[in-house]
Protein backbone atom coordinates (compact mmCIF):
# COMPACT_ATOMS: atom_id res chain seq x y z
CA UNK A 1 0.00 0.00 0.00
CA UNK A 2 2.88 2.80 0.87
CA UNK A 3 4.76 1.82 -2.67
CA UNK A 4 1.54 2.34 -3.94
CA UNK A 5 0.77 5.56 -2.45
CA UNK A 6 4.41 6.89 -3.33
CA UNK A 7 3.58 6.39 -7.37
CA UNK A 8 0.64 8.55 -6.86
CA UNK A 9 2.89 11.12 -5.09
CA UNK A 10 5.41 10.62 -7.33
CA UNK A 11 3.31 11.46 -10.88
CA UNK A 12 1.20 14.23 -9.11
CA UNK A 13 4.35 16.43 -8.64
CA UNK A 14 5.46 15.24 -11.89
CA UNK A 15 2.40 16.50 -13.68
CA UNK A 16 2.44 19.63 -11.62
CA UNK A 17 6.50 20.34 -13.10
CA UNK A 18 5.56 19.32 -16.26
CA UNK A 19 3.44 22.23 -16.90
CA UNK A 20 6.79 24.73 -16.14
CA UNK A 21 9.27 23.25 -18.16
CA UNK A 22 6.64 22.79 -21.50
CA UNK A 23 6.03 26.69 -20.91
CA UNK A 24 10.10 27.02 -20.75
CA UNK A 25 10.76 24.80 -23.61
CA UNK A 26 8.57 27.53 -25.50
CA UNK A 27 10.35 30.03 -24.39
CA UNK A 28 13.23 28.54 -25.11
CA UNK A 29 12.45 27.65 -28.55
CA UNK A 30 11.03 31.19 -29.28
CA UNK A 31 14.27 32.82 -28.50
CA UNK A 32 15.98 30.48 -30.63
CA UNK A 33 13.99 31.51 -33.72
CA UNK A 34 14.63 35.57 -32.94
CA UNK A 35 18.02 34.72 -33.08
CA UNK A 36 18.16 32.54 -36.08
CA UNK A 37 15.88 35.53 -37.70
CA UNK A 38 18.10 38.44 -36.37
CA UNK A 39 21.54 36.70 -37.35
CA UNK A 40 20.59 34.62 -40.83
CA UNK A 41 17.04 35.80 -42.12
CA UNK A 42 17.45 39.88 -42.19
CA UNK A 43 20.90 39.97 -43.05
CA UNK A 44 20.03 38.19 -46.06
CA UNK A 45 17.06 40.31 -47.05
CA UNK A 46 18.80 43.21 -46.60
CA UNK A 47 21.32 42.44 -48.54
CA UNK A 48 18.67 40.97 -51.68
CA UNK A 49 17.37 43.95 -51.56
CA UNK A 50 20.71 45.90 -51.95
CA UNK A 51 21.49 43.73 -55.09
CA UNK A 52 17.62 44.38 -56.45
CA UNK A 53 18.89 48.02 -56.48
CA UNK A 54 21.46 47.66 -57.87
CA UNK A 55 20.48 46.02 -60.71
CA UNK A 56 17.46 48.61 -61.22
CA UNK A 57 19.88 51.55 -61.43
CA UNK A 58 21.77 49.73 -64.02
CA UNK A 59 22.35 52.42 -66.56
CA UNK A 60 24.03 51.81 -70.58
CA UNK A 61 27.48 52.57 -69.82
CA UNK A 62 28.02 50.89 -66.16
CA UNK A 63 30.96 48.73 -65.60
CA UNK A 64 29.78 45.33 -64.61
CA UNK A 65 30.94 42.14 -63.11
CA UNK A 66 29.38 39.06 -64.08
CA UNK A 67 28.68 36.02 -61.45
CA UNK A 68 31.09 33.95 -63.81
CA UNK A 69 33.57 36.28 -63.15
CA UNK A 70 33.12 38.54 -66.63
CA UNK A 71 34.12 41.75 -66.98
CA UNK A 72 32.32 44.32 -69.57
CA UNK A 73 30.42 47.24 -70.15
CA UNK A 74 26.79 47.48 -70.55
CA UNK A 75 25.49 47.83 -73.99
CA UNK A 76 21.65 47.86 -73.94
CA UNK A 77 19.32 46.92 -71.45
CA UNK A 78 16.19 45.05 -71.60
CA UNK A 79 13.97 43.86 -68.34
CA UNK A 80 15.26 40.35 -68.12
CA UNK A 81 18.52 40.56 -70.10
CA UNK A 82 21.55 42.88 -70.94
CA UNK A 83 23.97 43.20 -73.37
CA UNK A 84 27.65 43.32 -72.15
CA UNK A 85 30.59 44.35 -74.19
CA UNK A 86 33.69 42.68 -72.62
CA UNK A 87 36.68 44.67 -71.85
CA UNK A 88 39.62 42.37 -73.76
CA UNK A 89 38.25 41.64 -76.74
CA UNK A 90 35.28 43.55 -77.32
CA UNK A 91 32.95 41.19 -78.05
CA UNK A 92 29.42 41.14 -77.08
CA UNK A 93 27.44 38.87 -74.55
CA UNK A 94 23.78 38.57 -73.78
CA UNK A 95 23.53 37.60 -69.93
CA UNK A 96 20.51 37.59 -67.47
CA UNK A 97 20.29 40.60 -65.12
CA UNK A 98 19.93 38.14 -62.01
CA UNK A 99 23.93 37.24 -63.34
CA UNK A 100 25.16 40.44 -62.83
CA UNK A 101 27.19 40.65 -59.15
CA UNK A 102 28.94 44.08 -58.87
CA UNK A 103 28.23 47.37 -60.87
CA UNK A 104 31.27 48.92 -60.76
CA UNK A 105 30.42 52.53 -61.80
CA UNK A 106 29.95 54.64 -59.02
CA UNK A 107 26.93 56.92 -59.59
CA UNK A 108 26.29 59.93 -57.40
CA UNK A 109 23.33 60.07 -55.42
CA UNK A 110 22.46 63.20 -54.81
CA UNK A 111 20.18 64.82 -57.21
CA UNK A 112 21.20 67.73 -59.51
CA UNK A 113 20.17 71.44 -58.88
Known amino acids: MNFNMFLLETSAANSQGGGMSIVVMIIYLAVIFGA ?65 QTNLTVHDDTPSK
Not at 49 to 59: I, S, T
Request: net charge positive; aromatic share 4%; hydrophobic share 35%.
Open 36 to 100: MYLLLIRPQRKKQKEEKKMRENLQVGDEVVTIGGIYGRVISLKEESMVIESKSDHSKLTIARWAL
